[in-house]
């Protein structure tokens, strides 16, 4: 049976009074705790705050995060997640219920951002964003390299130093990003987009110098990651120190352990370009004349053997010249023997030729001809004496031969007239006397008619 | 794009240097692959000869347009500028 109130009290109290007294009180006296425990029924409302039960196995305490509070949160909170949080006790007086506000809370044994981390690489990699298969083989000669980092950062000098040390031909583009801080992780990845779709560059580096986990955190972030997975050319991630590992680490085509590092992988050793590809030229050239002077010696060695043995055309062609000569002989002999017996037989003809009749004759003619010839002679010779006989006995009987014996023939001058009668002439004129010997030239003197 | 080029050029070159150095191809295709390794080996030197270093920086305007400037560091200052 419950306790009659004999003695009333000075005072009541209203429940909104005790309320704020409790309140009051659990918030002097818890004003800064640390609880671990076990988070369950966990509700979050689309105001952004976190409710959630706090328990271990045998109690509970409502816990409640608020909207400022979540926001800052870095890994998910999960059912079942062993918690430790801190923050202070209130009361939420319209239910009369004591809980735990946050201000604080990591999972338990693990860092929150680890968590997160663990999460989120988790989630990725189920993705797919991580398979090995998804990663591009380095360009060989980048004619550009995209470089994602801070341009205040040692990771800039460091890697433009690397690149112009080996490769001092090739050209940078910067996309200049904050490395740290909230706003780093938006403008990294929305610079690995940008040099991605300028097709400026062959390859990129993301990346900065080392730093604490909170400093490198940006390049965990999952808008980085996924910013380097969708890269239309191939990524570097340069993130830290050798032993940092990144998200952006796992997604990058090839995970540099510096920056330094990333620009050695992107870069090769032009003088190494050159020397090799003199090399070769050279191999090249050796090679063809190797070639080349095998050939000839093989050439000339084939030549000598050639030379040394007689050739089957040599051979051949003497055998040709036997034949030749023995068949020449035999033809030879038919041939002349052939051509005795036509000879003869040409000489029998020739011989009842009409050609041989007509030879003798014209053998004939000159001998006719020079008979005929010493006849006339001998007939013109006895000629000749008749006739001088002739023309002696005529002398005699010749008018000139009377002036040899003292006549003369009186002829005028110059006509030549003979003067026949004394009145021919005229005195003064001129006659000749002709005589035997000569004649004279007269002059007329007188006419004497006898 | 001519890094691609060029790799493959080297690849086809070393391909040819040792073809040749094997020396089991007749006399008329190993002219013709060492006219060509020749070639190759030219067009290469020619590719890294013809390289230009530029350092730029990528920025992006107000209006989201995005242009190239010459990036000068104090450890790059031997570095020509060069405008885009």
Known sequence: MPRTVVDRPQRILTVSALTALVRERLEESFSDLWVEGEASNLRTPSSGHIYFTLKDATSQIRAVLFRTGAQRLRFALKEGLQLVVRGRLTVYEPRGEYQIVLEYLEPKGLGALQLALEQLKERLAREGLFDPSRKRPLPFLPRRVGVVTSLAGAALRDILAVLRRRCPTMGVVVAPVPVQGDEAAAQIAAAIRALSSSKLVDVMIVGRGGGSLEDLWCFNEEAVVRAIAASAVPVVSAVGHEIDFTLADFAADYRAPTPSAAAEAVAPVLDDLIETLRDRAARLKLAVRARLRGDRQECAAALRVLYARPLPVEQAAQRLDDLTGRLGGSVTDTLSAWQRRADACRHALEACSPRIRVGSALTLVPQLVKRIEQGMRAALALKHQATRSIASALDGLSPLAILGRGYSIVQTVPDGTVVKRARDVSAGDQVSAKLADGRLLCDVRKILPS | ?84
């Open chain 2, 1 to 84: 794009m001519a890094p691609v080029k060029f790799e493959q050029a080297m690849a086809r070159l070393e391909t040819i240097v040792s073809e040749l150095e094997k020396g089991d191809l007749s006399l008329d295709d190993s002219l013709k692959i060492f006219e060509e390794g020749i070639k190759l080996s030219k067009t290469c030197l020619k590719m890294l000869d013809d390289a230009e270093r530029k350092v730029e920086i990528l920025i992006q305007d107000k209006d989201g347009r995005k242009r190239l400037r010459a990036l000068s560091l104090e450890e790059d200052e031997d570095e020509p500028a060069h405008s885009t």
